[in-house]
């Protein structure tokens, strides 16, 4: 008896961020998050599933290395096992082996797209019958943002009321062909200071922070559903708006935490700046910002103006990889914006951009 | 017929800070703010204020150069002149002369001292029966914060509640002597980069972010009542926890802005760290910091332990100006800390340190 499956499940970069637990334990957020997820072709894990009875333990090997089973995906099996229909596999030790096509050096989480994959390569064996939102509070419970990975497109996490979590879940809101010309530019800012950790850091601001519980209860329940009609109705200065406020918002909650969390550098900070002098001079949103728990910047972009931002980016910020690189005053020229931003360049402060665009979900290999 | 008083008013770095007004015309604030009075031997602007029958016009001249009187001033000057019972001096020109004795380059606010110095000068010859309390309601109506350096020591702004804002006034919590152990380091940050102007900050967080009246509303209030028992009881560990987390919350509501406002730099957020790692290696409070609208910390410290925080502010970010600098290790060593710091060194980053502490309020010269 075996059974094997390979699958790839994409990266999602949260608009409306989730920042904090009600409870611990079943991994349920305070507020609900809303993604976009990312193109595979740049961004991806890829998980071997298998169950054979010549196995003697479950085994999980992520990058070529052996890793403890923990709690976590302890708690995913057993759920995976109790739910199966299948008798003859419900006993059977699994091994688990992930790649990512993406360098940890992005500085991106690989864990919501390896918990995802991994998920999503288990529940095809263990219960073909079970929906990816079915799957996806399953992936909440070994990492929160990985839920969110289980579908294309734009993917709300809606947080749930119920004490159990069983509605806490991910759904698609719109799928990736609904907006496709939608792109990712992931600004990774150049690693020249030592990270302070952040230990635990969500749930100190839980703890400490008078803005959590406030913007919990009264700040995103509307911006969800402006995000939601923003995207329905494809307005991308609205659409920009929401996630920069929200970006910011989810960096103020750590900021107001005690002892503070910092993410934003002063480089995650230029590049705030120019993106508001860039939007204004030009008269419309031509980027918006979101920034996750590390310095990187993501901007959302609308494919026609993807070569503008790349350029300036690009200018002001190195690292100008396969793009040519021009001068900050010919591009200015060139475009005809009228915008002093030299004040914000900051040579070789990035160390890399990934150009990517919006995805779809979980595929079977 | 002339009159001529020369007069000194102090400086005051608030402890939970003033952001947002609720009635710009009045310069009414949207929450009460309470600040320390740093003494006036290191920092203080000097006003000469007369009256002459000579004199042809109303004149300014500030550090020596004549400056227009704007609308804000001539409001105070009708107040005084309506309010005076001389009727000999009511309709004389006035003319100022002020100076600070603390050079622009220290990146510290002006206005507050000098609005106060001008309100107690001119307060001195119109009304000499008004109070401190009453001169601070016209001082507000010049400059927010000049209001509080009508007091030396501890000082409370009440925010008040009447719509003419009588009763938005400063009243003095502690005199200097109740807690004349506590000094203040002044952290010059090193002005690398060009500022980025926030025209019009306050009001634009009034207007965009959420969490500013949540702030107002139900953070600022219990954090008064809590930061004058910790100054009345001179309990530093209490009064540097309050210190801390109001300065984050201020700068949490500027980032919470929509564009964002960004005071604090990458050396702002490394002596933020380094207070709350060496806080934590020493099991007590040894410092507290706050920031301002700009990069600068200050820095409160009981006395016995000010040269522990200077040699280590000195010895991590320069510019070990007047103080044997010595290196980290050797530091570390001699006052028995346990902390790893080395993560937070930014040669250069400050500078300039200014030693002040507690001190008075206005003085006749």
Redesign the interface.
Known sequence: MRREITVTAPVNIAVIKYWGKRDVKLNLPTNSSLSVTLSQDEMCSKTTVSVDKSYTKDTLVLNGEENEINGRLVNVLNVMRESTTESEIKDLHVRIESTNNFPTAAGLASSASGFAALVYGLGKIFVPSYTNSQLSTIARQGSGSACRSLFGGFVAWNKGEKLDGSDSSAVEIAPQSHWDDLDALICVVSAN??A?ASTAGMQRTVE?S??LQ??AD??VPKRMDDIIDAIKSKDFDKFA?IT??DS??F???C??????I?YL??VS?AI??VV?ALNNAMGRHVAAYTFDAGPNAVLYVQRKDKELVLSIINSLFGPCEGVECNSLDNILRRYNIDADLS?FQSPNGLSRIIQTSIGDGPRIV
Do not use: C, E, G, Q
């Not at 900021?255 to 503070?260: S, V």
């Open positions: 200071k030592k302070v400490t008078p803005y406030h913007r009264n700040v708006d920069m406020m910011n918002s960096h103020a909650s900021l107001d935490t005690h002892p503070p910092f550098t002063d900070r705030i700046n508001h004040a």
